[in-house]
């Protein structure tokens, strides 16, 4: 993680921050998904029951390609130095925009939207994460995730 002094912090608002690697979400992940949180529906873990519908294939809970956020930008969020830790603060808006196919790679582009002193030391930092796919012209999804930093 890129770690910046916080009087340069707001210096990053409105830029691209960049990508992270692809990932492949292949049928193990989405059948771990699914035991995590009990959602079984056919089209994320029975593969010749999806076969017959629009996606011709399973596709990921959009719940795990969402879950996947933290991990994607942990080498790509900026953070203010000396920081002490991080929480995750909650989503402002989310828009799931097409969904995710098995074994379908998938990254994250990240912009910085927003930097707040919410008090003394803790900064919120708020950005846009859009879920690329691999060949394909529209993001699974574009989400703005919140994360609040104690200093």
Known sequence: MPFVPVSQLQDYVGKEL?????????????????ECTGDHQFIHVDPEK?????????IAHGFLSLSLIPKL???LMILPEGMKMGVN??????????PVKVNSR???????????????????IKAEAT???????????IAEPLSLCFV
């Open 131 to 141: 879920l690329e796919i691999e060949g394909e012209e529209k993001p699974a999804y």
């Open 89 to 98: 603060y909650g989503l402002d808006s989310v828009r799931f925009i097409q």
């Open 73 to 75: 930008m942990e080498n």
């Open 106 to 124: 998938v990254r994250l582009a990240l912009k910085l939207s927003e930097v707040t002193e919410k008090r003394p030391g803790q900064w919120l």
């Open 18 to 34: 960049g990508h992270s690697e692809w990932l492949t979400i292949d049928q193990e992940r989405i059948n771990q998904f699914a």
């Open 50 to 58: 999806a076969k017959h519908t629009p996606f011709g294939t399973t």
